[in-house]
């Protein structure tokens, strides 16, 4: 018995200090990569849906903790600070375990993370080139769609890159309004399927395509009788800070691709990133069931959608600085009690970004913004002044 | 009958042999094109994919598509490690999903791991600039370091591909041989360098300067991964101007600007040496890369 719990222990031991020495390079439970993202700033007026406020402020205070759990899985977990009319929140963004060692190029990821669909929304907000995310990302995903669920991925054994990846989400930060507070939601809300793909053009330029679809079960949004408590419930949305999906629909079609190029490969000193994005939604109106439809309701087409779309572009034309322009707008619907008022907003806007060092990043950025029929936003300058520094492990950056 | 049967065998075991070696072929990812063309000279047969060539800095490479890709089809990953690769490496692990190539148990190789680097640090902190706590990274030019990384990886090879070990094991000595009978070589024509002092961009010759003897007065960097700031080049100009130094050196993947500034102003040479494979013409493989750079450092001494 003894000499068996000897040999035990001494497997044990030796397991321990294999799986040390392999960890060791990387982080490891005992040497966890934790990081701190700052980021704030001053900005002279607001953008419609964005988390900026007129003034001075924070953005999102990120503190991120990540480690391979053992062999098999890989854990992260980033909790988001914010502070919004003088109350501090905590949330959590991300809080997910994804497997290391699934055969023939298949993951899983589960837990609470950032939706591979589009180009944009699986990066970290403080990665951006612009203080905000584009108004159709604002929109559609809430700035950036995370949620609980579980997401399966494919990589294909090609020299072109292919991804194919399944995603299914509780979706509770997409659901179409629900003024009254008592409409019977799906609680397994979305579903979203994508593929990527991408590749070089010769050694300077690489690119990169994306199709994504999401169905949301909850997202079609019900006509009211009553005009009056439509609007209450949609001022409570704007007034409050949410992370919700303003605009919703049954189906969302999301198209994007990114182009970059640096001279010889070499993106020390200088690179371009050129992208681009459009997002329609679609079956975002429906009345509500055992409604009965009207003769004089005829505005309300079901043909009708939100469509969105943004380009961008981004030089750094020294390690210290870099450039960006960009330009996007949404088409959307307001839904007034039992029909449809179409809006719009267009923004374009113009950064300069200097660069200490690769973990600080002080911005300047002009936008101009033109709404119509969108929620008073008509015709604003607004300059912002952010700076966005990280701190402690950095992980490295995707695509 | 007789014959055609005969015939129909032959072209069936050929067709097979070629499957076998098709099947056989090791895919090797290189992070580097220096250990890219070591995996060339330590395994002949292999299909061998660099991810930077030696115009790129690899401490600043995106995490591309074709990158994960080329990943994801890989036996073997081989890369100089002690976190020179922290920015993108671990990236391309995550997107590819192929666990074979995950940790060193398997087929990720670090050449840092197999040899003593220098200049490791007990601490490290950002405002050093961008340090590495596990030492200098760019060790592929110190020739016995090398040799060290060569048996490592030749012992990699035949740990993921045992079927070829002899292939690997006679490679290894080929090149063995041929690295020794050149080491003297160079020791002949690096004999007048050593002493002398120059100003370099970062410490990518580190291992060079070490071997040589070679004294790095000043670097180019105001902090390592900082690019030349005007007032830092400024103060090097005072440094320049003693009349001690002999060069002014970059890598070809750095940036020539404040090197150039700097030498016309102070009167000195700019040498850009090849960092690698591929980084100019004559440096076709390990043993060119290092005949070219001693050729070029002799000519301004």
Known sequence: MSALNTRVSILALACAVSSYSVMAEDSSL?????????????????????????????????????????????????????????????????????????????????????????????????????????????????????????????????????????????????????????????????????????????????????????????????????????????????????????????????????????????????????????????????????????????????????????????????????????????????????????????????????????????????????????????????????????????????? | MRINTKLLLAVASMSLLFTATAQAELNVFACEPEYAALTLALAPDAKVYSATTAMQDPHQVQARPSLIAKMRQADVVVCAGADLEIGWLPMLQMKSANPQVRSTDKGLFFAAEHIDTLDKLASVDRSMGDVHAKGNPHLHLDPQRMLIVAQALSTKFTQIDPDNASLYRQSLADFSQAWQAKIPQWQQQAKDLAGKKVIAYHSSFRYLFKWIGIEQVADLEPKPGIAPTSSHLASLLARAEKGDVMAIIVASYQDERGAKWLGERANLPVLVLPISVGGNEESKDLISLYDSILSLLNKVK
């Open chain 1, 30 to 399: 005992t040497n966890p990569n934790v990081s701190a993202v700052l980021d704030g700033y001053y900005q002279t007026g607001d953008r419609p849906l964005a988390e900026r406020a007129e003034g001075f402020g924070l953005g999102e205070t990120e503190l991120a903790l990540s480690a391979n759990i053992d062999e098999m899985f890989y854990g992260k977990v980033t909790a988001i600070i914010e502070s919004h009319d003088g109350e501090t929140e905590l949330n959590l963004e991300e809080a997910f375990i994804q497997t290391l060692a699934m055969p023939y190029g298949l993951s899983v990821r589960a837990g609470r993370f950032l939706s591979d669909i589009g180009y944009l929304n699986n990066q970290h907000l403080h990665t951006d080139s612009f203080s905000d995310r584009p108004a159709a990302y604002r929109a559609f995903l809430g700035g950036h769609y995370f949620d609980d669920g579980i997401r399966l991925n494919y990589v294909a054994p090609t020299d072109l890159y292919w991804t194919l990846g399944v995603e299914a989400f509780k979706g509770e930060s997409l659901r179409a309004a629900d003024a009254h507070g008592e409409r019977d939601f799906d609680n397994l809300g979305v579903y979203s399927a994508l593929t990527k793909m991408g590749g070089d053009i010769g050694i300077e330029s690489s690119w990169q395509l994306g199709l994504s679809y999401l169905r949301n079960q909850n997202g079609q949004a019900y006509a009211e009788d009553e005009h009056n408590e439509e609007e209450e419930g949609h001022d409570e949305e704007h007034a409050g800070h949410s992370h919700s999906a303003s605009y919703t629909g049954k189906n969302t079609y999301i198209a994007d691709v990114v182009y970059k190029w640096a001279p010889n490969g070499n993106y020390k000193y200088q690179n371009l990133t050129v992208s681009g994005e459009y997002f329609r939604v679609t079956d975002i109106f429906a009345m509500e069931p055992g409604h009965i439809v009207e003769a004089d309701h005829e505005d309300i087409s079901s043909d009708d959608y939100h469509q969105g779309w943004y380009v961008s572009s981004v030089y750094q034309f020294s390690p210290r600085w870099s450039a960006g322009i960009r330009y996007g707008q949404v088409d959307t619907y307001e839904v007034h009690g039992d029909h449809l008022h179409p809006q719009q907003l267009k923004e374009s806007e113009v950064s300069l970004a200097w660069h200490s060092s690769h973990f600080s990043t002080v911005r300047l950025q002009y936008t101009h913004q033109t709404g119509t029929n969108f929620d008073g936003f008509e015709d604003d300058n607004i300059l912002t002044l952010q700076y966005v520094m990280s701190l402690g492990a950095h992980g490295a950056h995707q695509y």
